[in-house]
């Protein structure tokens, strides 16, 4: 069975803390993702990586960076936590194909900046 | 990369009735892809559907694709209480791995 775990399902931090939100997966995929849902804005993409160490921005980079030093993990990082990065943190995965694949979702991390 | 436009934004129908949703895009697609989220979880894979093709089944699910229209539609039969639940479209091109999504379309089944 496919599996993208997120480390952590709920988190409170506090304005101007170091955020680090982890992802796991363990399908051996290329590509993975990470996404923040809000009501009203849907899906956003944040960062996508395409290989170890090789990331991309997404819609809404500021306030964020990304590490991918291992294929199967990739973390999201919030370098100074603010309120408006209250969200859930959606991470995801894909393997690379011609028709392009089905991308497999985490559970999510609801995060709350206070 | 772009976003599919889903349609309507929320829909309530009785269970045992069928749920047709549906999606715009704006420009030439590799495939187009369909996914459920139940409320606070993740997103899950329903169907892909790629550009050469004009209809998929799943269940009951049925999806079409109108590539002059740059639309899709998303059907659910016989709906379910179980069946309630955020669907989203998500519309992919050639040579972009990345997929977008809108907003999604609210779907209730009500008892």
């Known amino acids: 069975d496919v599996k993208v775990t997120q480390s952590s399902r709920y988190l409170v931090k506090r304005t101007g803390e170091k955020v680090f939100l982890e992802c796991v997966q363990d399908?051996?995929?290329?590509?993975m993702f990470w996404y923040r849902q809000d009501p009203g804005l849907g899906l956003r993409l944040i960062y996508f990586s395409y290989d170890v160490k090789m990331k991309e921005k997404g819609d809404i980079p500021e306030g964020y960076s990304v590490s991918r030093e291992k294929k199967e993990r990739f973390s999201l990082i919030l370098e100074s936590a603010s309120t408006n990065q209250t969200s859930m943190y959606l991470c995801?995965?894909?393997?690379?194909?011609?028709?392009?694949?089905?991308?497999?979702f985490g559970e999510g991390s609801w995060l709350t900046v206070v | 990369s772009q976003q599919g436009e889903e349609d309507p934004q929320a829909l309530s129908i009785q269970e045992g009735e069928n749920a047709t949703m549906n999606c715009s895009y704006k420009t030439s697609i590799n495939n187009l892809q369909w996914y459920r989220q139940n409320s606070g979880r993740g997103l899950v894979h329903l169907i892909l559907i790629r550009s050469n093709e004009r209809e998929k089944h799943s269940g009951r699910l049925r999806v079409t694709l109108d590539t002059s229209k740059k639309s899709s539609s998303l059907l659910i039969t016989a709906s379910r209480a179980a069946d309630t639940a955020s669907y989203f479209c998500?519309?992919?091109?050639?040579?972009?791995?990345?997929?977008?999504f809108g907003t999604g379309t609210r779907l209730t089944i009500i008892p």
């Open positions: 998500a519309p992919l091109g050639f040579g972009n791995e990345k997929l977008t």
């Open positions: 399908m051996d995929h290329e590509n």
């Open positions: 995801a995965s894909s393997s690379r194909g011609r028709w392009g694949n089905t991308i497999y």
